[in-house]
């Protein structure tokens, strides 16, 4: 199975924004967050990313305004560390994949609570 080139750059992106959050940017408000994935366009120009602020169901106005301001110094290290000939946009979303999936857990352990304990299951 073949990967478009657009994937390929998109997982590149994912790592280096991560890398780069993680030991370069300096801003309280984005210190927690994760990047979950990045969707890039096909010609390589809009990169919209998702991320997830560790324990939190929704993402703060603080986190995207740090986001925001962060965008351009983002943008100016992923040209550096990236040889593309158009470094994309950035584009921050909250990923709500996490908080489905905590509601989902937590229906899960009521399940579990609610279920007599079988002495066949062991």
Do not use: C, W
């Amino acid at each position: 199975m073949e990967f478009k080139r657009a994937d390929r750059v998109a997982d590149l992106i994912k790592l280096e924004i991560a890398e780069i959050l993680r030991r370069e940017a300096h801003d309280p408000r984005i210190a927690n967050i994760t990047v979950t994935d990045v969707k890039l366009t096909d010609d390589l120009r809009s990169a919209r990313i998702y991320v997830v602020e560790l324990g939190k169901d929704r993402m703060s106005d603080e986190v995207g305004q740090g986001l925001a301001k962060a965008k351009g110094f983002l943008k100016r290290e992923l040209g550096k560390r990236l040889q593309l000939r158009y470094v994309p946009e950035l584009s921050f979303f909250y990923d709500p994949s996490f908080e489905y999936g905590s509601k989902i857990e937590k229906l899960l352990k009521e399940i579990r609570k609610d279920e007599p304990d079988d002495p066949t299951d062991r």
